[in-house]
């Protein structure tokens, strides 16, 4: 091993999500964490982040030796790379996982763990023959608002927990988001189901601290789509959303009006022909933008879910009940997107918070609590700094400095990641055969069962 005694990182998949990672390593964590490769299908986005390198180390000579992901288990073993962070897209996940523990390393990857049954069966069979670590990033268990609730939960204040309704939905910025890029294709994002919500099956998971272990779910493309598009008579549309007169059209993502996705993208995409801004409304789209799923819990708790891609609004509400009561949380992320005064491409507005002159619905957030018999009590929320109410801070503290005590238990590993993505491989079964399914008959290699 070098003199360095700082963990040895290796990042591959440089798109929009890998730039906290890179950010992280050279910043707030270069005490205990040093870059020392990048890798990408794609080579101008890989120099877009070496370039983004150069400002934060303010060093014009500076940049991170690179290796073309076909190398990524020479690179590993040659460079004495201790951990690989893995960003890419959803359906590579398996594979770059697996490699890299074989190789050597232990593996942090972006949610979901996988997409399907397969993926987790090479997981969990690698992480048992190498003994190497998978850790999962479900940021959102570490934003203040997801914990106050896991707070009031394990406090006992509601008693035995007997059910969950849990409603996201995505507005129509940030939900048509997911019917522009590579997600819209379900062989490669797993859907919804697999690429959102396995963030929210992992919420109530950990919530509840139980295993799920069936699901019967409905969903369709019901707003998106050529066809969806068709009926609705909305007539010729351009095939992707950087055009001249993009400005009047609600749905067209123009990638010039965002430097950032423009550098990343735009100025890349004649290297792999990759389009960030497929228009919505086009043929090719094999994923869901509602879906309601059902799940029963090992211990006897049922979820009701559902996801609406095609909101006015941004945000969530989830009720948990317990034979001693009921909590309440609701959050507007996005009050209004005709409303908003920040540019219409801000996409993700938990990421990103924006403001709306809307005067009926408000950003915000609110945790009631109200046990059997007595007034309902606000809890209050206590938010920091960055991304996701400052959650996206702590879950890079945990990841880079090892997690302390916590005793709401938020760092999460491959079998957290198991147990997300099983919901949504299940859910996705059952809206091919329209029965309910079983997840311990998935053949995820585990079974996620507890011993009671």
Not at 87 to 113: F, M, N, Q, R, S
Not at 173 to 191: C, L, P, Q, T
Not at 265 to 271: F, G, T, V, W
Request: proline share 5%; glycine share 10%.
């Amino acid at each position: 091993m070098p003199a360095d005694r700082r963990t040895r990182f290796a990042l591959i998949g440089t798109g929009a999500r890998s730039e906290m990672y890179i950010q992280a390593i050279l910043e707030t964590h270069a005490d205990v964490a040093t870059l020392v490769g990048l890798s990408d299908t794609n080579p101008g986005r890989v120099e877009h982040y070496q370039g983004v390198i150069r400002e934060l180390t303010q060093s014009p000579d500076s940049s991170i030796p690179t290796f073309q992901p076909e190398n990524l288990t020479a690179f590993v073993r040659d460079n004495s790379v201790q951990r690989v962070i893995v960003t890419t897209p959803d359906y590579t996940h398996a594979d770059y996982i697996v490699e890299v523990l074989e190789a050597g390393a232990d593996v942090v990857v972006e949610k979901p763990l996988t997409i399907n049954a397969e993926g987790c069966q090479r997981i969990t069979r690698a992480v048992e023959q190498t003994g190497r670590s998978v850790v999962v990033t479900f940021n959102y268990r570490y934003s203040p608002r997801n914990s106050a609730l896991k707070e009031v939960i394990q406090s006992g204040a509601l008693g035995t927990i007997t059910s969950v309704d849990f409603s996201w939905m995505l507005d129509t910025v940030h939900g048509a988001d997911y019917f522009r890029r590579w997600h819209r294709e379900k062989e490669k994002s797993g859907g919804l189901l697999i690429h959102k919500a396995s963030h929210h099956f992992d919420l109530v998971n950990w919530w509840i601290d139980d295993v799920p272990e069936r699901v019967y779910a409905s969903g369709a493309l019901r707003f998106y789509g050529d066809q969806n598009a068709t009926e609705r008579g909305l007539g010729e549309r351009k095939d992707r959303g950087t055009h001249d007169g993009a400005a009047t059209d609600p749905f067209a993502l123009d990638l010039r009006d965002d430097p950032r996705l423009e550098a990343l993208y735009l100025k890349n995409e004649h290297h792999d022909g990759y389009r960030r801004d497929q228009d919505v409304f086009t043929s090719g789209i094999t994923i869901e933008d509602n879906l309601a799923l059902v799940v029963d819990y090992q211990r006897g708790p049922t979820l009701s879910y559902s996801l609406n891609a095609h909101s006015p609004w941004e945000g969530y509400r989830v009720s948990v009940n317990g034979t001693e009561g009921r909590a309440e949380l609701e959050v507007v992320e996005r009050a209004a997107v005709s409303g908003s005064s920040d540019k219409k491409n801000v996409v993700d507005p938990s990421a990103t918070p924006v403001s709306e002159d809307d005067q009926v619905r408000r950003n915000g957030e609110r945790l009631i609590v109200q046990r059997h018999w007595e007034p309902a009590t606000e809890v209050t929320i206590h938010n920091g700094e960055g991304a996701h109410g400052g959650g996206d801070r702590l879950l890079l503290s945990d990841l880079f400095n090892g997690p302390g005590e916590d005793p709401l238990g938020r760092p999460s590993g491959y079998i957290d990641g198991l147990s997300a993505v099983a919901v949504g491989i299940a859910g996705n079964e059952s809206l091919a055969t329209s029965l309910p399914v079983r997840i311990p008959e998935l053949g995820l290699g585990m079974d996620l069962r507890r011993t009671p």
